[in-house]
T-cell receptor, first 117, second 115 residues
Framework: DTEVTQTPKHLVMGMTNKKSLKCEQHMGHRAMYWYKQKAKKPPELMFVYSYEKLSINESVPSRFSPECPNSSLLNLHLHALQPEDSALYLC????????????????FGPGTRLTVL | AQSVTQLDSQVPVFEEAPVELRCNYSSSVSVYLFWYVQYPNQGLQLLLKYLSGSTLVKGINGFEAEFNKSQTSFHLRKPSVHISDTAEYFCAVTRGSGNTGKLIFGQGTTLQVKP
């Protein structure tokens, strides 16, 4: 299995809702990433987990809460979002054969298209 | 700090013509370089990567890129494009040592292949 899966594919939520995005990989990777991508823009890094520990938080607002319950799963919990948070949310993972978590090549999932009303 | 500049925001080209998408980077340390492609409403797919060794890198779908350290460039080329190559292309860089997992992307180039 050489893919990163993300669910749901699409999500519409109100500003008072609580929802979660899910990302899964079964490649034995030990680094996982959340990115936010607005239309016609490059992905922006939000969070990085290494060996299930948060290693980078790019000053993301607290209404986004990441969680890494195990080495294969990454969640992004959403609460009290704003319409400007509408975007494509991409998950990625990486690891090389020597076991270093931050091998350069990142494998991306198909994304969750989020719309906040 | 590292940065990536993709010199063309849009590149229109006719089918079966050659194409070059330009990418320049700035970094004071050694780097790894990548080209990713994103088709509409999809995630990013790795086209090719330069980590070390030969400066000419061949990737999927007939694409290749050349790492030029003196010009700090990593331009992407394809000798004959197809309609199906229409997509957004992103050049990206990360540290070659002391990697923290941060991948820096360029602003993207839209390749529009016309029949």
């Amino acid at each position: 299995d050489t893919e990163v899966t993300q669910t749901p594919k699409h999500l519409v939520m109100g500003m008072t809702n609580k929802k979660s995005l899910k990302c899964e990989q079964h490649m034995g990777h030990r680094a996982m990433y959340w990115y936010k991508q607005k239309a016609k823009k490059p992905p922006e890094l939000m969070f990085v987990y290494s060996y299930e520990k948060l290693s980078i938080n790019e000053s993301v607002p607290s209404r986004f809460s990441p969680e890494c319950p195990n080495s294969s799963l990454l969640n992004l919990h959403l609460h009290a979002l704003q319409p400007e948070d509408s975007a494509l949310y991409l998950c990625a993972s990486s690891q090389d054969s020597s076991g270093r978590a931050f091998f350069a090549e990142q494998f991306f999932g198909p994304g969750t298209r989020l719309t906040v009303l | 700090a590292q940065s990536v500049t993709q010199l063309d925001s849009q590149v229109p080209v006719f089918e079966e013509a050659p194409v070059e998408l330009r990418c320049n980077y700035s970094s004071s340390v050694s780097v790894y370089l990548f080209w990713y492609v994103q088709y509409p409403n999809q995630g990013l797919q790795l086209l090719l990567k330069y980590l070390s060794g030969s400066t000419l890198v061949k990737g999927i779908n007939g694409f290749e890129a050349e790492f030029n350290k003196s010009q700090t460039s990593f331009h992407l080329r394809k000798p004959s494009v197809h309609i199906s190559d229409t997509a957004e292309y992103f050049c990206a860089v990360t540290r070659g040592s002391g990697n923290t997992g941060k991948l820096i992307f360029g602003q993207g180039t839209t390749l529009q292949v016309k029949p």
